[in-house]
C-alpha cells in the first residue's frame, strides 16, 4: 500500500508534535516531511529569559526537538527550506530550498500549517537602526546575550509590558542595565491581569528600579552613528543604548493571501475541526484563533500548549471523511515570576472577557497561605487569587493566583476547574488536602470561591 504523504509547515510545538502523533497512530504507513524556514530547528522562545540568565546547558538545546531525534526513514527535517504556496487543486507546495535558492514542488495527501507568528517591529522611523532588537528566536536571543555583557550599554528600554517584555527587563536589570519598560496601555501585564494584581506587580517592578511609563505612544526611535540613543514619545525622550521590542506579534501568513481563507488580521480560518478552506488542509497553532471553553468562541491564545492539543486532535481525525467530533478547545493558561513575584493565570480575565462578549462577576481575596499560628518568617507569606465567573449560573470563567511564594500549580487547578466547567460551589467544597506546613484546613481556592460566593470568613 501506497504510503500517505503528510507535508507539515512549521518546526515549532505544533510541528513537533504533529510528527510525534503520526507515528504513534499510523507508523510506517505515512511519509512526513516538515518544512521549516528557518535555520535552527526549533528554537522555543518561551526559554528564552532562562537562557538568557545562564540557567540552561546551551543555547543549542532550547529546543523542542533535533532533526536527529526522528531518524525513522518516513520522516525528512528540511529547514531553510520555506514554503512559498499551496496548489490545492493539484495538491501541491511549492518550496524554496534557501542554501541553493531552488525551488521544488512537493505533493501531499494532507497538509498541516503551523506557520507561527512573527513579532511586531514597530512601524516608526528608526526601526532600522542598529541595536534595536526583537525579542524571539534563535538569532535575536544571542545577539540579546551579547549585550549583556557589554560595558557600553548601559540603558535598555523595553518596548512592551506583557509577559516577553517583563522577562526582558528582568534579564537586563539583572545584568545591571538602567532598565525602562515603555507600554501604550495604561498598567503593566494589562491585557493578562485585572488591576488588584497588577497594582501588585507595578509597586515590585518600581521596587526593582525598573522605569515604566504607560499610555505612552511611541513616535520614534533616533541615534547616531545608525545606532539607536533615543526613544522618543509623544512626550519625552529616554535615552537609551538598546532597544528590545517586545510590542506583540503577528501571524506568518501572507504567503497564504488569496488561497487559504484569513481574517482581517491575517489569522487563519478554520471549522470546528480545525480545517481550512482547502480540501485536506488543516491549521494550528499560532497563526490561528484557539476555540476558547469559557469564551465560546475563538480568541489569540498564542501558547506551546494550545499548539500541541490541537496537533493532536488534527492527527488523531486526519482520515476521517468527517471528524467523528470538532476540537473540544482549550483554557489557555500560563505563568510568569517577576523578581519575586509569581503567578498564574488561566481562562478569562476583565479585558479578555469583554473582547469575547461574555459577561463576568469577579472576586478578589487575599489571605495568609498558611494558619495564623504560622508565622510569616516561616514561610506563612500572603497570597491573592482572583476569580471571574458567570455571575448567573457561578461557572468559573477564569482565575489568577500570586504571592511571593511559588503557588502557580494552582493555576493547573483552576485550568481544570474552567475545562469542566465547575461552578463557584463546586470549588468552595472541593476536596483537597491539609497539612499546615503547606496551607490550611480549607484550602486557597476553597476559600477564594467561598469569599465570592459571600460566605463568612474562615480564620483558624
Known sequence: MEKAKIIIVGASHGGHQSILELLTRYGNNVDIKLFESGDFISFMSCGMELYLEDKVTDVTDVRNFRPENFPQDNVAILNNHTVTAINADKKTVTVT???????????????????????????????????????????????????????????????????????????????????????????????????????ILSDHLKANNISVMTNATIKEFTGENNAVTAVKTLNESVATDLVIQAAGVQANTDWLKGTVDLDSRGWIQTNEYLQTNLPDVYAIGDATLAYSIPAQTKVPIALATVARREARYVVKHLFEQTPSQPFAGVVGSSALSVFDYHFAASGLNSFTAERAGITVSNSFYEDSLRPKYVPNEQGNTKVSVQLFFNPITHQILGGAVLSDYDITAQGNVLALAIQHKLTLEDLAEADFFFQPGFDRQWSLLNLAAQHALGEEHFVE
Open 97 to 199: 530550498d534557501k542554501n541553493n535558492n531552488k525551488t521544488q514542488k512537493f505533493s501531499y495527501d494532507k497538509l498541516i500549517l503551523s506557520s507561527g507568528v512573527t513579532p511586531k517591529s514597530l512601524p516608526v522611523p528608526g526601526a532600522d537602526l542598529d541595536n534595536v532588537f526583537l525579542m524571539r528566536g534563535y538569532d535575536w536571543a544571542t545577539k540579546i546575550k551579547s549585550k549583556l555583557t557589554d560595558d557600553s550599554v548601559k540603558n535598555v528600554t523595553v518596548i512592551g509590558a506583557g509577559y516577553i517584555g517583563i522577562e526582558a527587563a528582568e534579564v537586563c536589570k539583572n545584568a545591571g542595565k538602567n532598565v525602562t519598560i515603555i507600554d501604550v496601555i495604561d498598567r503593566p501585564l494589562g491585557t493578562y491581569l485585572d488591576s488588584e494584581l497588577t497594582d
